[in-house]
């Protein structure tokens, strides 16, 4: 009830307008918020990826209402994709894109064609994108616009959330060579006729899943800060013979970092999602519902403790 409150939550302006107002939010958004602008994306891509691990960065703000916001989306990522160019990263770090933050509201085509434009300045800087998936109802747009784009871009990455029942079915088509597919529970709220709501169905449909894209020909990237799943994906892959570059881990910033970096000193690629931007607040707020102890924290910094 907890989780659904604040997913609610997550969507109302004005919560959004008090929470974003309060100043002693600061300390608690930076833990999962990498900053608001470019240099301080850079800055931690620099930081983590000297540390031997692997990033995928996502500029905050989604559900774009204008042509006017989502062109300046677009351009953000392009101009963060020159400066990651200009790094010389490669795909040691990548972008992760919402399709409602380039303009979906306004139409799949014109999605699709912004999509393209960030797919074209990634490969001018030698990396690669992944498209986020957001809530039940717009995974067939999601994943028509990827299978669309990786014409061009075979190596444009998708993400199934193993809470819709669908996942297992998704990944079964999407498990061919070549096809980079992000594993996660889902963080938004579903209804039980399309998803799972009991934690333990979901887990178990995330196993279902791994099992899937581990035996598959293409590249699974695990994401999940679940230590279980993190055993049982590894498990999989020796059961597999897949080496080591032949997918990956992936964990969110702030959450679980010494098990990052314990993962990396094994040898296993693990990759930290990035978020940054002034748009932090829908995303914090996913994070706080996943987790009750993220909440405690939060809310011992509003009454200053
Ligand atoms: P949970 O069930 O939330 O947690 C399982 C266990 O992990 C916990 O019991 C605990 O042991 C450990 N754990 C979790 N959080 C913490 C913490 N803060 N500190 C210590 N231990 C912790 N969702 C989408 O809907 N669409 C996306 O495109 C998407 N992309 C993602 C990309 C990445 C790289 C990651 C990591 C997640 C993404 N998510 C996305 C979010 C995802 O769907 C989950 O909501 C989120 O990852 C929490 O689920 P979990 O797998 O960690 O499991």
């Not at 309060?22 to 958004?29: E, I, K, M, Q, S």
């Not at 990826?49 to 905050?60: A, C, I, Q």
């Not at 380039?102 to 064609?113: C, K, N, S, V, W």
């Not at 061919?176 to 579903?190: I, Q, T």
């Amino acid at each position: 009830m907890l989780r659904q409150a604040l997913l609610v939550a997550s969507r109302s302006g004005g919560a959004r307008r008090v929470v974003r107002t309060a100043p002693f939010t600061g300390d608690v958004v930076r833990r999962f918020v990498a900053g608001e602008t470019i240099d301080d994306a850079a800055r931690v891509t620099g930081d983590l990826t000297g540390e031997g691990l692997l990033v995928s960065l996502d500029v905050l703000g989604e559900d774009t209402p204008d042509k006017g916001h989502a062109e300046a989306n677009v351009r953000h990522y392009v101009e963060l994709l020159e400066r990651l160019g200009a790094a010389a990263l490669g795909t040691r770090a990548e972008v992760s894109v919402k399709l409602s933050a380039i303009g979906r509201t306004l139409g799949d085509d014109y999605a699709l064609e912004n999509a393209r434009r960030i797919c074209e300045a990634a490969r001018s800087a030698g990396t690669t994108v992944t498209f986020d998936m957001e809530e039940h109802t717009t995974v067939d747009s999601t994943l028509g616009i990827v299978h669309e784009l990786r014409r061009d871009f075979p190596d444009v990455g998708a993400v199934i959330q193993s809470y819709l029942r669908r996942a297992e079915e998704h990944c079964a088509e999407l498990a061919y060579e070549g096809s980079r597919v992000r594993l996660c529970k889902g963080a938004y709220g579903a209804p039980t006729a399309v998803a799972f709501t009991d934690k333990e169905e979901i887990d178990r449909s995330y196993v279902r899943c791994m099992k899937v894209l581990m035996a598959g020909k293409g590249y699974p990237m695990i994401a999940t800060h679940d230590p279980r799943l993190i055993e049982i994906a590894g498990a999989l892959a020796t059961l597999n013979d897949r080496d080591a570059d032949s997918f990956e881990y992936q964990m969110l910033y702030g959450i679980r970092p010494q098990e990052q970096r314990r993962l990396a000193a094994q040898g296993a690629q693990v990759r930290v999602y990035v978020a940054y931007g002034r748009e932090w607040y829908e995303f914090f707020m996913r994070r706080m519902a996943e987790r009750p102890a993220n909440l405690r924290f939060f809310m011992r910094s509003l009454v200053g403790r």
